[in-house]
């Protein structure tokens, strides 16, 4: 899968979209309505391409993604503030005395304090709580796990109480709704509410992942790097903080465009943390996130280049597929009816050899075609007639009249075995037909009486 290369973030009320330079923000209004700003923002390794090399671009753009994450932030909150909020005293100090620049030193100030506040809670601390273990008790490779063990927990104990907050379940909706609009390009569909809502909420690429896999690698490389001085050691966390930054990112990156089972395997931390920081949106969410992407990206564009290809390929696949299936039921219905043809020659052998068994035990000969009765009434008459010969068979038995146990009637020589006689009235039944006053038949070796 080729990734995309949207990245994103969800605001107050609405979800931020970067591509390249490019960015948008979309936000639900209070009247309901989407507001769609958009605007530009150059990475400084375009103009410095010695930040571009692996590991430095990681670190670069950590940082500018909270700059600009911040500013959304803002952006965002504008729309729902009922009374502009008066400057204080050193924002108004900040203002005369830079300028138009004041408003990105307040931002810069804010993104610093905010990443200071990070590494002390989530580096320094958990140090600070495992230098009161004597190295006698625990050796330093032990200290080390239990410091990045401790360093996970207050990581997930943060993001498990933040996601207990009203509004930031709100903001981790719309972060879904980020993810699966993201996911629905990817994947090679167009990302209306039908399609975005059928994708996962969970994605390669996600910051929830970067800030986990910081703190997971940071493990590494501490337990390599050894320190014997306390204070050094809280120099090397400090020192080491993007280091290990830039590492996370490469892998993050590397996890978003790749499908190798190994990168999958080690993405699953990554993914199960984003089960509680992302929730799934509703319909209205998902839109606010299509108009974001949609002012940045063009996606019909992005689904020819990558999936249009591989749609031809497919097609061409089911194609041959589909005549190869004809072929092989046309070879199928050609061996189904030589085989329901030989059936029917079969049994038309098994009643020619029936016809032939019942004329050599009655010694009576049967016309090769059977002729079909004209009608009911037709046969039932013939019947009739067949009958009142029998009985008068069974008269002349009675009167004596015939000899040496045969009984002649009307000139045809009928056995006194009555159980022969009645096989020889189905025999007639079902192989003669009668033809107006005579019944065609021939007896074969015998002479007329």
């Known amino acids: 899968m080729k990734s995309s290369g949207i990245g994103g973030q969800a605001v107050l009320e609405g979800v931020m979209m970067k591509n390249k330079s490019l960015y948008a923000v979309a936000v639900r209004k209070p009247d ?22 692996p590991i430095v671009r990681g670190v670069v753009n950590f940082v ?10 803002t952006s ?14 050193f924002e108004l100090w900040l203002r005369n005395r ?71 379940r709100r903001v981790f909706m719309y972060h879904g709704a980020e993810h699966k609009t ?60 993007p280091v290990i930054a830039g590492v ?15 990168v999958a395997v080690l993405s699953k931390p990554g993914l199960w943390l984003q089960g509680l920081t992302t929730r799934e949106p509703d319909d209205d969410m998902i839109r606010v996130a299509v108009a974001s992407v949609e002012a940045v990206f063009d996606w019909q564009a992005y689904l020819d280049e990558n999936f249009a290809k591989k749609s031809r390929k497919k097609n061409g696949k089911v194609k041959k597929a589909s005549k190869e299936k004809n072929v092989h039921a046309e070879k199928t219905q050609e061996v189904v009816t030589g085989e329901l043809a030989a059936a029917e020659l079969k049994k038309q052998e098994e009643v020619r050899e029936a016809e032939e068994e019942v004329a050599s035990k009655f010694d009576w000969s049967f016309p090769s075609v059977k002729k079909q009765e004209p009608d009911e009434a037709a046969a039932q008459e013939n019947r009739v007639r067949l009958a009142a010969k029998v009985s008068a068979a069974d008269k002349a038995e009675e009167a004596g009249k015939a000899g040496s146990g045969k009984k002649v009637a009307s000139g045809y020589e009928i056995d006194e075995d009555e159980e022969e006689e009645d096989e020889i009235l189905k025999a007639l039944n079902k192989y003669f037909v009668y033809e107006g006053e005579g019944t065609v038949m021939e007896r074969s070796g015998d002479d007329e009486h």
């Open 32 to 53: 309901g309505e989407i507001a769609v700003e958009k605007g530009e923002c150059v990475s400084i390794t375009e103009r410095h391409k010695c930040l571009a090399v």
């Open 64 to 73: 500018e993604s909270l700059v600009l994450g911040m500013k959304m932030l």
């Open 76 to 89: 965002s909150a504008a729309y729902f503030d009922d009374e502009e909020e008066q400057p204080g005293k």
């Open 98 to 168: 830079f300028g138009e620049k004041a408003d990105k030193l307040i931002m810069g100030g804010t993104v610093f304090a905010s990443i200071i506040l990070a590494v002390a809670v989530f580096m320094l601390l958990p140090l600070a709580v495992v230098s009161f273990i004597d190295e006698d008790v625990l050796s330093y490779e032990w200290k080390t796990l239990i410091e990045g063990l401790l360093r996970v927990a207050i990581f997930l104990g943060y993001v498990v109480l933040i996601s207990r907050l009203k509004d930031i």
């Open 182 to 241: 993201i996911n629905c390009i990817e994947h090679g569909m167009a990302p209306t509410v039908q399609n975005v809502r059928e994708c996962s909420r969970l994605h390669k690429r996600c910051g929830t992942s970067f800030l986990l896999f910081v703190m997971l690698i940071s493990v590494l490389f501490f337990l390599f790097v050894r320190v014997e001085t306390l204070w050094l050691r809280f120099v090397v966390r400090i020192l080491f903080v």
């Open 248 to 262: 996370s990112y490469e892998f993050i990156r590397l996890a978003g465009s790749s499908d190798s089972k190994l």
